[in-house]
């Protein structure tokens, strides 16, 4: 082989290389986190939508509401999908995450639960209570039990609430604060828990046999979550536009009968 063709071969093998490396880093899948559940089969289908308009997209799921955000603000994720902003923002607060919220997504209206009563107010003094022990959730809870008449709160605790804040409490309630995943589980050995939906669903408990819920205009709609840093790249733009498509209002329709609703 002469001097010239050795040349012509490297340049070759260079650009190769150089090709092959391109490709590779447009192929590189985004990364997205999600809970078990409904928030993992949705994704499932803004995917397919989302392969459409040139993106490949990994779902990661998680089975609690800590790690996601941890794992988006490590680098981990490129974007996450299982939380409503409340939530996000007192993350934000305390963890000093630089993750912003870049558009809605859906609605879970959270469900009371019981294998034990068949009301609230069939609840015995004293009956034993699971709610969530992550600060937003457990905070809706007890705002719903108020909103229930079962308990008081302090003026103006809002989402913080914990059960150090009921003023007032006439069937004296005793608090179980558990992981949120774990709370389906608990309803054989509490009288009552609430539950998130997506929990409820993946446990098959069915939220129209919840023993209470939520109101429909809730503040608690779930977003799209991505670092600061990303929030206007056009991934972002597109993978928003693949979830809050009518494709994906008619699966969430269709798939959850009621019990989850398009946020968008």
């Known amino acids: 082989m002469n001097k010239r063709t050795l040349i012509q071969s490297a340049l070759a093998l260079a650009l190769a290389t150089s090709f092959s490396t391109g490709v590779l880093a447009q192929d590189k899948p985004i990364k997205i986190g999600v809970t078990a559940g409904p928030h993992a089969q949705i ?13 490949n997209i990994q779902v990661v799921e998680f089975s609690d509401y800590i790690q996601p955000n941890a794992a988006l603000a490590s680098g981990d994720l490129d974007a996450n999908s299982y939380q409503h902003k409340p ?7 305390d963890r000093g995450y630089k993750i912003v919220s870049v558009g809605y997504t859906v609605n879970f209206p959270i469900g009371l639960y019981s294998k034990k009563v068949k009301s609230l107010a069939e609840l015995k003094e004293g009956a034993r ?6 600060p937003t959730n457990g905070g809706r809870v007890l705002l719903v039990l108020q909103d229930k008449g079962l308990i008081k709160l302090k003026p103006g605790v809002g989402l913080k609430a914990t059960p150090l804040d009921v003023i007032e409490n006439p069937k004296k309630l005793k608090f ?8 389906p589980r608990s309803l054989d050995d509490l009288d009552a828990s609430a539950v998130n939906t997506n929990f409820a669903l993946s ?3 069915n939220p129209k046999d919840a023993i209470a819920q939520e109101g429909a205009k809730s503040p608690y709609v779930n977003i799209l979550a991505v ?22 209002r008619k699966f969430i329709q269709t ?7 398009a946020g968008f």
């Open 43 to 55: 994704f499932e289908q803004v995917k397919k939508i989302a392969a459409k308009d040139g993106l």
């Open 87 to 93: 939530f996000l923002d007192l993350q934000v607060q």
């Open 129 to 134: 209570f699971g709610i969530p022990n992550d």
């Open 176 to 183: 179980v604060e558990l992981e949120a995943a774990q709370l």
């Open 203 to 205: 446990a098959g408990l």
């Open 227 to 248: 670092r600061a840093a990303d929030k206007d790249k056009p991934w972002v733009a597109k993978l928003l536009k693949a979830y809050q498509s009518e494709e994906i």
């Open 255 to 261: 798939e959850f009968k009621g019990s989850v609703q």
